[in-house]
């Protein structure tokens, strides 16, 4: 394949009348630039009819018309299911004639075999959503996403068969994805463009090239998976700039398109070119920033409006499609974020998205809608008005109860050794470990890979906190203490492995106390586990007058005279996790740099709310919380260890 820039630069001297043996001549060299000619783009929508959408000769085209596709990326979980048509005509205002949907496995098929599509994940009302408003559609399913959520998608479950090796064509991983795979076709199988919805293209898996290039025999897999369960629309994977095999030709598979994740000039798409073949140039991912690891900066690469627009031009001017990553960020509601090796992701997902987290236009959203309209001759709808965002008063916390308080009657499981958060058939939150020792407690105590965020507790008193952050002498502690006592470790999941993600790394994504403890070199056996996955806090809270001696729950509620999405300011609290009205916010830390939680308006209430906070670090500076309207940056204190890497 020739280099598209070269291709249209013979194209478009055609269109303006010069010959090109006068590229060379002194009056060529001398006269103005010709004009150049704007990018395709079809005026076809879905419209309930069928349509044929083709990717072919160097272009897509919409029922034989060229076309480009310029798109906007959001997901399912990080926006409420209440806001998708809003952020869909805000998307339409921008400019775009798709929306591109990542779907979270592990959000639809939270528990082996029991599928939701309901809420925050009914991705069939979404492609409708997408027809209504003259929108094409893209869905990118996984079965791994990245996306910086939790596992990159893939559900926990998946861990309790550690010898099933994920991303591969591992029999049983091949049928797991089949069984996700047929649910979603038969959600929107019927909504494909040839068969009269907005449904153009699906993605399968994404970025493999980073974990096992250049051996596609799991992408093959998956291609023939997509084509059994009834997709016929056009398939496609893609690699990030950096990927080596996007050098190899061999690495294409037939009908499956090649894109480019992060293609920004004319070096990265050489690269690719081989592997692109006579698709045309696709870049499922042109970032409007990065995202953030809690003891980093809120990410500022790729943000500015100047670097975003000159990316976009340069596709623009290269009549390549693209979906801007991300359109809308949105939050990492709950346990649903990702990490990088062992580096946590922030709760905001912002992304310096043109839709900032609140659902609000941005800046960058008017310069890039400006761009769009003025190369694209479209005349677009006014967006919506943007939602209101209010500020909360003060709410002052008086009630506490020790977390201890609300462990279960009786432990979750009983074992000689500590059992895994997953063969505690849990998801996500806690597990706290429990050992007895009626004549004291003397000696060095050690834990042993403790995933991820480890409180020892004496009696109910936190004698250490241990982390691989802080380095492997925060996994020993000397003990002295006479009887009896009571031995218990918290173990934090903060979220699995999204950043690589596969067969190589998924030993890292298990949680709980997974090498036990010693003490003096010893193992310690015949430990209670209790599940404690908090999902909506806690219920039954019963205040206590005590002081805080280890991870405690406070309580409070607050009145609102108007509703609105707020910023509740932590910058008082250390290390924990906020509910309201039972929603869980997410997490928050103040290692930075993220000092707040996003609370949408739908989870508040004219008059009387209910909030709840953990803060695993006992007392907060200031038992207080207040609402703003805007993000809170706070400095970034960064671990002893690094943590973005394999050990």
């Not at 190899?248 to 070096?267: E, I, T």
């Not at 690269?271 to 499922?284: E, L, N």
């Not at 958060?421 to 004549?439: A, H, I, S, T």
Request: charged content about 15%; hydrophobic content about 40%; overall charge neutral.
């Amino acid at each position: 394949m020739h280099h598209p820039l070269i291709s249209r630069l013979v194209k478009f001297a055609a269109l303006a009348g010069i010959a090109a043996g006068c590229a060379l001549g002194a009056a060529a060299q001398n006269a103005a630039p010709a004009p150049t000619p704007g990018p395709v783009l079809t005026s076809i929508v879905p419209d309930g009819k069928p349509h044929k959408f083709e990717a072919r000769d160097h272009q897509f085209f919409i029922d034989g018309q060229p076309t480009m596709i310029i798109s906007g990326e959001m997901h399912f979980g990080r926006v409420l299911g209440e806001d998708w048509e809003t952020r869909i005509k805000q998307a339409k205002a921008m400019g775009f004639n798709a929306v591109s949907f990542y779907l979270f496995w592990n959000q639809v098929e939270g528990h082996e075999g029991k599928f939701d599509f309901t809420g925050a994940n009914d991705v069939r009302r979404v492609l409708k959503l997408c027809q209504d408003n003259g929108l094409w559609a893209i869905l990118r399913p996984g079965p791994y996403c990245c996306a910086e959520v939790e596992y990159g998608g893939i559900p926990y479950w998946t861990l309790k068969s550690p010898d099933v090796k994920i991303r591969t064509a591992d029999p049983k991983f091949l049928d797991w994805c089949t069984k996700y795979m047929t649910q979603v076709y038969q959600q929107v199988g019927d909504l494909e463009a040839s068969k009269g919805g907005p449904l153009v293209m699906v993605q399968i898996d994404n970025e493999i090239g980073i974990t096992d290039p250049p051996n596609n025999d799991y992408l093959n897999a998956l291609a023939k998976i997509f084509k059994q369960v009834g997709f016929s629309c056009q398939l496609f994977t893609c690699n990030p700039t950096h990927a080596g095999e996007w050098a190899d030709p061999a690495f294409r598979m037939p009908g499956v398109l090649m894109a480019r994740n992060g293609l920004a000039n004319d070096s990265m798409y050489n690269v690719s070119k081989a592997a692109i073949g006579d698709y045309p140039v696709f870049v499922p991912e042109v970032y409007t920033s990065w995202f953030s690891g809690w003891s980093e900066p809120i990410a500022t690469k790729n943000s500015s409006i100047p670097e975003i627009t000159k990316w976009v031009t340069y596709l623009l001017d290269h009549q390549d499609s693209f979906t801007l990553y991300l359109f809308f960020g949105g939050t990492n509601f709950g346990f649903y974020n990702g990490s990088n090796f062992f580096l946590p992701v922030q709760t905001s997902y912002d992304y310096a998205a043109p839709i900032d987290e609140a659902g609000r236009t941005t800046e960058k959203y008017t310069a890039l809608r400006n761009l769009l309209s003025t190369r694209l001759n479209l005349k677009l709808p006014d967006p919506p008005a943007n939602p209101a965002v209010i500020e909360i008063p003060a709410i002052t916390f008086t009630q506490m109860e020790p977390l201890l308080a609300t462990l279960p009657a009786q432990p979750t499981a009983t074992a000689p050794q500590p059992v895994s958060m997953e063969n505690l058939d849990q998801d996500y939150g806690f597990v706290l470990y429990r050992k007895q020792f009626p004549n004291g407690l003397k000696g060095t105590l050690e834990i042993k890979d403790a995933m991820d965020y480890a409180y020892i507790m004496v009696n109910g008193k936190t004698v250490q906190q241990a982390f691989r952050g802080l380095g492997p002498a925060s996994s020993q502690v000397a003990l002295n203490e006479t009887g009896p006592v009571t031995l218990d470790i918290l173990v934090y999941n903060l979220g699995r492995i999204s950043v690589v993600t596969s067969d190589r790394t998924q030993q890292y994504a298990r949680k709980g106390l997974l090498g036990g403890a010693t003490l003096d070199g010893q193992e310690l056996t015949g430990w209670d586990s209790y599940s404690l996955p908090y999902a909506r806090g806690v219920d039954g809270f019963k205040p206590s007058t005590a002081a805080p001696t280890g991870p405690t729950f406070y309580h409070a509620t607050f009145n609102l005279d108007k509703v609105g999405g707020s910023f509740l300011n932590l910058t008082n609290w250390s290390f924990g996790i906020v509910w309201v009205n039972g929603h869980n916010l997410g997490r928050f830390w103040d290692r930075g740099g993220l000092g707040s939680l996003f609370v949408p308006r739908q989870w508040l209430k004219q008059g009387a709310n209910d909030i709840t906070v953990l803060e695993l670090n006992g007392t907060p500076k200031t038992p207080e919380i207040t609402g703003g309207t805007s993000i809170v940056s706070i400095p970034a204190k960064a671990f002893p260890v690094r943590l973005d890497r394999a050990p």
